[in-house]
């Protein structure tokens, strides 16, 4: 237990000054984790998070998550996924909306997560991308791929390892390249017991600093938890619910960027069994 | 009685131990930790350690049997310091023959992680009761012959390879490679026994011409024949080998550790002449040596002619050249040109608790070495000829351990290395290293411990120390202070500096495995800015913080996540900052002869300065260790695969990708890009 208590305070607090606030793909639904630390957040897959979380659970099961940034609908994100588990491994797909009519983005993926043994679990997605930078230009598009590994070390605790377009894939553009973010992140999870839960990342894109998160779940009743984290320097506290009506689960997060305003992000899911 | 129930009570603890040993695959978290850390004390990711690896694969394919073994066989476990080395043969003096190896626990000084480390390449068993005669049927029938062959290839086009027109080329000739851009080279090995070995190396760089006007056939070529325990004769080699004695202060060609996170390991090993088999071009020697023993006297003597590479001007070079690659004319005009004869002989004396030596080298150059005249370079070796000689010792006595070596020119000029380990406790071991090599001395073939890659104008004092707390913890830690009584190349003016390294060791099971380790080191150093038309001497500090974490879901695969942070200041400008994430995955397939390793690693270090130094996992017997600097992501692929029973093919992909880079390396060296890939290949077949 002192073990995996350490790996969680290490990963939440090495190196904190290198941190910035992220840059990641305006089409990247964020995901509902506390502090959106979903690197080992086994709980739930959001779209563009680790896929191997898919492979976490073995039930039918879709969702649909709202993103608005800064209380700007010009800013907001709209994604809606699924995770269709089979007998060799279980699919997820996913496809995201960003943007208004003069700039918007669109993403969508395929992913493949295959549990092996049970305590390490794979997977790997694929996305289509496209950026509508101007009317005249039209879209450009591209293909980015996702790789993720959970690993568990032992009941109550999980190892994430996720990276978001590895191969540095860019869009070419008449005079330049629009760069997409390529990030690597750790994770860990730890459950102190049935309720409560301890989250903590390292998010590193390649051209910003080191970025970690760290957070807790607190089940408080069958039907109800909560979650409380932060992230970044400045630091960005993060609260959220969920609510749990049979096989409906319904997500709210919000938290404040100290210079820009409030975020919130808003989920919905069903579970089939 | 208590020792069988000691040994039964183990057989339980250690009996996952079992499978691991099963496995028999070389632990490369060892060689990681010995070859990172060379590379960053001598600041290059491009040095040869072949013969580390080549012991520990053989040892790994044949474990030594330790009711059979002696100090230099163990000493080739360069992982085993010197106290256990000596409290495993007192061991054995004791308690001949051990029964099995779980009694490695009874042995003091040998920890959990120590075993885990050994057992790859160690056996217990009964010893035969006569060794197999040496006969040539025998030879043809027990012998190992061994077969490798390798090609590499840099997928990207370098500028060296790039067309050049004809009337450029005239102008210019040294503007283009003079060969394909492939490397290959072709190794067999012959070994029965260890009593034994032959061998025959040849290599081709990339760049190298292998068929045309200026070279026909490999551009290398080394071979080797060595006998071992053949009557009087210990040691008789022919063709290329290499030589250490004593502490390395006037001759070793074999590697030194030097500092590293394995603190207590700095005497100097192997001892004597050995094979050499390296593609190593430039360390070695070639000719013929042999030891004789006379009860506790042993003698060697060795006579080496070769002809090495050096920028002549008539009869005069003012370097030579060590990196073996021959690419261009200006290459070929430098291959070959100066003579050098080495003789040397070493005699030594061998008491229950002592160990007395004495080394005397004389090498001929045919042309005189002229180094240019710089005031850092004042004291450097130069003229036609050298002579050196040294007395070294090895004493034990209780919990003290003595060794060093103390040598002399003959232009008189002395340096010597001390140093005292003391074991207090079963828990704590400590280490002091004293040297001192004036500025004068400057020995061709010194390797001795030392701050500088060069053992001269140094004086030092080390202190090291290993501490297990805990069950399952160790503490290893060392502080280096240095001072460089003359000039240096980059430092004008004498200087002084220190290194400092701790590291905490944590396996709470037998499948995971961490540790975190800090190193800072501070020296002065040139300094240039802007505002400045001369440079200025001012401290340069480095620092490092490494975690790993190493942990086995299965036998079968193993992850790994390491973190590096590293910082950089030099004078009163503003710290510069590193930062390294990896994940490695390793696996190995039930049911088909394949594994497999990779690892994606994101790196984002402002400068040269912040560079990291990650070891890679490799195709058998390489390594690489890229330093890593900019911002980029690097992934690579090492693939086995039995093709045969005797015949295996390993394959590695690495690519690097930068951002915010057009082109990566520079003169002949430049890729048009940001992406560089690498490609190697090696067929290995025993029979």
Known sequence: MKLQLFFTLFFSVFCQHFCLTQQQPSAQAWSNAPAQASTAYTKQWTAYCNPAIISTVDTYKIAANYVNRFQLKKLSTTSISSSIPTKIATIGLALSHFGYSQYNEIQGGVAVARNFTDRFHVGMQFNYYAVLLSPTEGY???????????SKISDAFFIGFHTYNPAQTNIELNLTEKRIPSIFSLGTSYHF????????????????????????????????SLKIGGYGNPFVPNLGVSVFIKQLQIDLNFERNPTLGINSICGLSYTFR | MKRIFHILFLFALFSVSIVAQQEKQVPTELLEAIFEQIAENRETEDFDQTEILDDLYHYAQYPINLNATNKKELEKLHFLNDTQIENLLYYLYMYFPMENIFELQLIEGFYKQDIRNLLPFVTVERIADKPTPIKFKNMLKHGKHELLTRLDKGLETKEGYKFVPDEELVENPNKQYIGNPFYYSLKYRYRYSNRILAGVTTEKDAGEQSWGAYNKGFDFYSGYVQLNDFGRFKTLVVGDFSASFGQGLVMSTTYGFGKSSLVLNL?????????????????????????????????????????????????????????????????????????????GTHVSMRFEKVKVGITLTNLQLNKTLSTTPYPYNYYYFSGNQQTAGSVDYKIRWRKFSFFGETAITNKFAPATINSLGFNPSSTVSLMLLQRYYSPTYDVLFANAFGESSRNNNEEGLYLGTEIHPYKSWKISAYADCFSFPWL?????????????????????????RMYVRYRFKQKENNITNDSTTTPFISNYNRGSLRYVLQYAISDKLKLQNTLEGTYSQKASDKPTYGILLAQDLSYSFTKLPLSFNLRYELFDAMNYENRIYTYEKDILYAFSIPALYGKGSRYY???????????????????????????????LEEIDGNRKTDVRVLLKCTF
């Not at chain 2, 020697?285 to 506790?296: A, N, P, Q």
């Not at chain 2, 002084?496 to 396996?507: E, H, K, T």
């Open chain 2, 637 to 667: 692929l090492n693939i086995k695969y039995n093709l045969w029973k005797n015949l295996s093919l390993y394959v590695k992909i690495g690519q690097t990708t930068y951002i915010h880079k057009e082109i990566i390396g520079s003169g």
């Open chain 1, 140 to 150: 450009k598009n591209t293909v980015i791929a996702q790789i993720g590994i959970i």
């Open chain 2, 488 to 512: 240096k190349y980059g430092i004008d003016k004498p200087s002084v500096g220190y290194d400092l390294l701790i590291q905490a060791d944590y396996s709470p099971k037998e499948e995971t």
């Open chain 1, 193 to 224: 017991s049935d309720k409560l839960l301890w989250l903590g990342q390292l998010d590193k894109e390649i051209d910003f600093p080191l970025q970690w998160r760290t957070g807790f779940e607190y089940l408080m009743v069958k039907e109800f």
């Open chain 2, 267 to 343: 005497e100097a090993r192997n001892e004597g002449l050995r094979k050499c088999g390296s593609t190593n071009e430039t360390n070695f020697f070639r000719g013929i040596g042999s030891t004789v023993k006379f009860g506790r006297i042993e003698l060697t003597s060795f006579y080496s002619n070769k002809i090495i590479d050096g920028d002549t001007v008539g009869n005069f070079f003012s370097s030579i050249k060590t990196d073996g690659l021959h690419r261009t004319i200006n290459d070929l005009s430098k291959k070959n040109t100066v003579n050098i004869q080495v003789v």
